[in-house]
């Protein structure tokens, strides 16, 4: 089975055994309680020749997401709209553990859940991007780079992910008679339509012995003995991932449940911060 994360660390036997009796006190080792996430912050538009882009820190995981647009032949079995397509690297810099090359089965596995928590969540209507139907239509790639890995990177990949598109804006296409491309105008955009009534996240849990804790740091990780990803939608679940580690009935069903409420909270975080998001950091 796959995993989304990276092979797991050496931990100190003195340091497993402190975390474990805090976990079982209902504290972290960090301060939080078992179901609060770190501190979260947003820049976007940070990257100059992205049509889209933010970065997302999440404690001390760091995450960047990069949006690029381009015209492309739709689908032959859906003519009449466009594509995303979600790419996912993890910096050989970003962990002890992460050897330079292309992206491995983890870091493939991560952007599939993010991808197919997007696509699924209706918060992107693929119609508005077809251009002529059959013909023409905008192709969204989104490339998220991990900067710094300590823990949850799907969470922090699909927040980044969701606010690089929420900056992204479409240049203005000019079409002759026949509906052949004359011009793409980068100097006017258009933002995307998107709906963030349905803005899609996904809530990660870890099991560690039968405690349940939400947003887990690399190293509580490195001790789980299981993990279990939840993609949100407006208040509906439109993914899970299981990846590792067995759970009961009672437990999914409090993941689910817990899943959709801190979903509420950190949408109206994100909401609130792209109001008016910092974009002091260029890249």
């Known amino acids: ?20 009796k805090m976990v079982e006190q209902g504290v972290r080792i960090d301060g939080r309680g078992l179901n609060d996430y770190r501190k979260l912050s947003i820049s976007v538009g940070v990257v100059k020749t992205a049509d889209g882009s933010s970065l997302v820190t999440l404690g001390n995981t760091k995450v960047i997401a990069g949006v690029k647009v381009e015209v492309g032949k739709p689908f032959e079995d859906t003519p009449d709209e466009g594509a995303l397509i979600v790419n996912l690297e993890i910096a050989p810099t970003a962990s002890p553990d992460v050897e330079p090359g292309p992206p491995d089965e983890n870091a493939i596995e991560i952007a599939r859940v993010v991808d197919r928590t997007i696509r699924h969540s209706g918060f992107l209507d693929f119609k508005t991007l077809s251009i002529v139907s059959g013909k023409h239509a905008w192709f969204l790639w989104v490339d998220v780079y991990v900067l710094n890995h300590d823990g949850n990177l799907v969470d922090a990949s699909t927040i980044a992910a969701v606010t690089a598109l929420m900056n992204t804006a479409l240049p203005k296409v000019e079409l002759d008679p026949s ?11 258009a933002p995307l339509t998107l709906n963030t009534d ?21 190293d509580e990780e490195d001790l789980s003995d299981g993990t279990y990803i939840v993609g949100v939608a407006g208040g509906n679940v439109v993914a899970i991932q299981k990846v590792m580690g067995a759970f009961t009935r009672d437990e999914i069903n409090y993941m689910i449940n817990n899943s959709t409420n801190q979903y509420a909270r950190l949408k109206d975080l994100i909401i609130n911060a792209m109001r008016n998001p910092s974009t002091e950091l260029k890249l």
């Open 1 to 20: 089975m796959l995993s989304v994360t990276q092979e797991r660390s050496v931990i100190p036997k003195l340091k497993q055994e402190v975390m474990k």
């Open 179 to 189: 509906g052949n491309i004359i011009k793409i105008d980068k100097s006017s955009r």
């Open 198 to 218: 349905k803005l899609p996240l996904t809530i990660t849990h870890i099991k560690m012995g039968n405690i349940l804790l939400i947003d887990p740091t690399r």
